[in-house]
């Protein structure tokens, strides 16, 4: 059963990273046409990148009172970054924002991309729900066969 117990330390950072890449992607698509933001021009798309981490306080580790680092690897976000694709550039020279010659610079989200990429970020963070309750039910019935 002990490995059980490992499941749950690394389903639980996937369910984490992928909370955060859903927050990101959510402000991508609220964003889509935000011509204007603080840090001055049109609101540039985030992007995240995921890496591998040790599990370092692993449940498991922690009931046998023992640490081997390094044993346990799960997913962590290294980074959100600014995606460095050009602005969409439409003509509108009514527009507030529209420069000298008549163009707006908008965001560089693609809103069906960005749907897409929720879409998928859903039905992994889902899946990882679903080891998680798989993995209950089954030490559930372990203890049930122990008793």
């Given at each position: 059963?002990?490995?059980?117990f490992r499941?749950?330390?690394?389903?639980?950072?996937?369910?984490?990273?992928?909370l955060k890449?859903?927050?990101?992607?959510s402000?991508?698509?609220?964003?889509?046409n935000?011509?204007?933001?603080?840090?001055?021009g049109?609101y540039?798309?985030?992007?995240?990148?995921?890496?591998?981490?040790?599990?370092e306080?692993?449940?498991?580790s922690?009931?046998?009172g023992k640490?081997?680092?390094?044993d346990l690897?799960?997913?962590?976000i290294?980074?959100?970054y600014?995606d460095?694709?050009?602005?969409?550039?439409k003509f509108?020279?009514?527009?507030?924002?529209?420069?000298?010659?008549?163009?707006?610079?908008?965001?560089?989200v693609?809103?069906?991309?960005?749907m897409?990429?929720?879409?998928?970020?859903?039905?992994?963070?889902?899946?990882n729900v679903?080891?998680?309750?798989?993995?209950k039910?089954?030490?559930s019935?372990?203890?049930?066969?122990?008793?």
């Amino acid at each position: 059963m002990s490995g059980h117990f490992r499941v749950f330390d690394v389903t639980a950072s996937a369910l984490s990273s992928e909370l955060k890449r859903i927050e990101v992607l959510s402000t991508n698509i609220a964003n889509v046409n935000s011509t204007r933001t603080p840090e001055g021009g049109p609101y540039r798309r985030k992007e995240v990148v995921f890496a591998t981490k040790p599990i370092e306080n692993s449940f498991e580790s922690a009931l046998q009172g023992k640490m081997e680092e390094g044993d346990l690897e799960g997913v962590s976000i290294e980074r959100v970054y600014d995606d460095p694709s050009p602005f969409l550039m439409k003509f509108d020279p009514t527009h507030p924002d529209a420069g000298t010659d008549g163009y707006v610079r908008y965001p560089n989200v693609n809103i069906v991309t960005e749907m897409v990429n929720l879409m998928n970020a859903s039905k992994v963070y889902g899946a990882n729900v679903t080891v998680l309750q798989s993995i209950k039910n089954m030490i559930s019935k372990a203890f049930e066969i122990g008793r």
